[in-house]
């Protein structure tokens, strides 16, 4: 039984948003540390476009506008 758990690396992603907004931030949350990561990313249209460098089992991206 192995209990090390999987991590994704170098997530593309693209985020619509609500119509006339534009992000302004977009941050990666993990349950291994107590703050937050920011990451880089642009708008293309109405959508955040954005990489996960790295995704844990326990862990989240918010998309603020």
Excluded at 18 to 34: F, I, K, L, W
Aim: glycine share 4%.
């Amino acid at each position: 039984y192995n209990r090390q758990v999987p991590s994704i690396e170098n997530i593309a992603v693209k985020c619509a948003l609500p119509q006339g907004q534009s992000a302004s931030a977009v941050r990666r949350y993990s349950a291994d540390s107590e703050t937050y990561q920011t990451l880089d990313f642009r708008m293309q249209g109405f959508q955040a476009v954005f990489t996960v460098p790295k995704l844990d089992a326990y862990c989240m991206v918010a998309v603020s506008w």
